[in-house]
């Protein structure tokens, strides 16, 4: 013979069903919109380093510096099959810095020294500037500060070069640090990149 | 100017004397930079066998990451309510809250976690062009589900944030009951703070809640100095007192002590008849056993009160039973 529930019980167990109806409804509305949890990325056609007719500008440096982690999750990337392999390169060289003796400029753009030149194809050792070089960046010193990439534009690079977000190293806060502080609102969460 | 010839010729020559002297740094010579190509060379005109590299690439991780997420959340809150109302095992708790705080915290870095995805929520129903990830409305949710069954299991097992600072309650000082009800106000504040920080019109949505986490530093080791300073204050604190983050601040606190007032199950005091001996409202050092009983709002499900139960010792280690009273 079961215990008639009391008045109490009934009430409760109302009360729970309709907050949990209730939380489901919230749940439900809620990710109506919702997707996939998408990593942080950073939109090229936003991003002042990258975005084409923005010049005479200082870099931003934003993705550097606000990142909550001590190396920024932000790197520079070189799209190989779209760089100019140029002798000086605008983003390696500070190239308003003087030239040394061979008639390079002295000074390197990257404050990390975060770029390799390495001589490439059919090398003439007599004729350095008609050699193509290849840039890689070193993703260890890299921070992202973009200062490369906004060298690498119009008119004096081929835009090989982006600023990334690393998946690796990024702790995908909820509250990024360097959205916040994006004043292009170019960082944003989108699905992964696939390729 | 000038109309003749000289003063043509001169003008010019003395915005570049000028130009030089204004900036001596770059009075060596420079180079005259033009840009040699106008389409990227490709591996055929370079020559000498070279492979153009692939683009630097890391494959996306983080979606098997966030899922892992809610399902480690799923597994340690059902974990936590077996060992708060069945198991009734202090020590199993202070080891699930170890382990959460190792992953929600120390792995993780904080992120993400149901406290700040309250504004997330938030902004995801005042804009409808917020796209809210699912598994951070599945974080947000689980743990509110849990207090509608169960009560706050989740921050006695498994909030990080919770395990950081019972982990060094050593000395608990007893805050007047008055107090106590006074500065448990300020988590609604801090939770209307949050909400309008992300509903004010002309701002983007500010996510305080996570900005002014004082633990977050800690799990990333780094840091701004102010919130580092909070941080390492409240722990000074609950040394003393209690859980003073989640008592007198956390918004997400509020929401699910709000919720399990009507929770189906809590946490009982004893195993099985209830006492009136009173040895657990001692042993409570966040002032949530009120007459002789535990209250759902403010039970943090720590399980201390256990091993300070008659009945319990009595089921745990089989000795001589004292009578209850009826």
Redesign the interface.
């Known amino acids: 013979m079961s215990e008639q529930p009391t008045r109490r019980d009934v009430l409760?167990h109302a009360?729970?069903g309709a907050?949990?109806l209730g939380?489901g409804g919230?749940?439900a509305?809620?990710?109506r919109?919702?997707?996939?949890?998408?990593?942080w990325q950073i939109d090229a056609g936003l991003c002042i380093n990258t975005r084409l007719g923005l010049v005479g500008l200082d870099a931003c440096q934003l993705c550097a510096t606000s990142c909550?982690?001590?190396l920024s999750a932000v790197?520079a990337?070189?799209?190989?099959?779209?760089?100019?392999?140029?002798?000086?390169c605008?983003a390696y060289?500070d190239?308003?810095?003087?030239?040394d003796e061979h008639g390079l400029?002295s000074g390197k753009l990257c404050p990390r020294d975060a770029i390799i030149r390495k001589p490439?194809?059919?090398?003439d050792p007599r004729d350095p500037a008609n050699n193509?070089y290849?840039y890689?960046?070193d993703?260890t010193r890299c921070n992202g500060c973009g200062l490369c990439v906004l060298a690498c534009k119009e008119?004096?690079?081929?835009t090989?070069l982006r600023l990334?977000v690393?998946?690796?190293l990024?702790?995908?806060?909820?509250?990024c640090s360097i959205a916040?502080a994006c004043p292009k609102n170019a960082y944003e969460?989108r699905p992964?990149?696939?390729? | 100017m000038t109309k003749n010839g000289t003063g043509s010729f001169s003008l010019p020559f003395l915005v570049v004397v000028l130009a030089v002297a204004a900036s001596p740094a770059?009075a060596?010579?420079?180079?005259h930079?033009e840009?040699?190509?106008e389409?990227?060379?490709?591996a055929e005109?370079?020559?000498?066998g070279?492979v153009?590299?692939?683009?630097?690439?890391?494959?996306?991780?983080?979606?098997w990451r966030?899922v892992t997420d809610v399902a480690v959340l799923a597994a340690a809150l059902a974990v936590g309510t077996w060992l708060a109302l069945r198991r009734r095992s202090r020590t199993g708790l202070v080891l699930l809250a170890i382990g959460c705080l190792a992953y929600f915290g120390f792995y993780?870095?904080g992120?993400?976690?149901p406290i700040?995805?309250i504004?997330?929520?938030t902004a995801?129903?005042v804009y409808?062009?917020?796209?809210?990830?699912?598994?951070?409305?599945?974080i947000?949710?689980l743990p509110?589900?849990c207090a509608?069954?169960f009560g706050r299991i989740f921050c006695g097992g498994v909030c990080p944030l919770g395990a950081i600072q019972e982990l060094v309650l050593l000395k608990p000082l007893r805050v007047p009951v008055r107090l106590d009800k006074t500065l448990g106000w300020l988590k609604w504040v801090y939770l209307g703070l949050a909400v309008w920080f992300v509903v004010r019109p002309a701002a983007?949505p500010?996510?305080i809640i996570?900005?002014y986490d004082p633990f977050v530093g800690f799990f990333?080791f780094?840091?701004p100095l102010n919130i580092l300073l909070l941080g390492a204050g409240l722990l000074v604190l609950a040394v003393f007192i209690g859980r003073p983050y989640c008592r007198f601040l956390c918004p997400y606190g509020g929401l699910l002590s709000l919720?399990s007032r009507?929770?189906?199950r809590g946490v009982t005091v004893t195993p099985d008849k209830e006492l009136d001996c009173g040895l657990c409202a001692e042993a409570c050092p966040y002032g949530a056993i009120e007459n002789l009983r535990a209250t759902r709002p403010a039970c943090l499900a720590c399980a201390r009160c256990f091993r300070h139960c008659p009945r319990h010792r009595v089921q745990t280690t089989g000795g001589q039973a004292p009578p209850a009273t009826p």
Request: aromatic share 10%; glycine share 8%.
């Open positions: 409760g009360a729970r907050a949990l939380l919230l749940g509305y809620v990710a919109k919702g997707g996939l949890a998408g990593p909550v982690l001590p790197r990337v070189n799209d190989h099959a779209k760089c100019g392999r140029c002798y000086i605008p060289f190239v308003k810095s003087a030239l400029p490439i194809g059919d090398i193509y290849e890689v960046i993703e008119p004096a690079g081929l090989s990334e690393r998946y690796n990024c702790t995908n806060c909820n509250r916040q969460r992964a990149r696939t390729t | 770059r060596q010579q420079q180079l930079y840009r040699p190509v389409a990227a060379p490709q005109d370079i020559g000498a070279y153009v590299p692939v683009v630097q690439h890391y494959p996306a991780r983080t979606q966030e993780r870095q992120c993400v976690c700040g995805a504004q997330n929520v995801a129903l409808p062009q917020y796209a809210i990830p699912y598994v951070v409305v599945a947000f949710l509110l589900v509608v069954l983007k500010d996510f996570c900005r990333r780094t840091g919720l009507i929770s189906w």
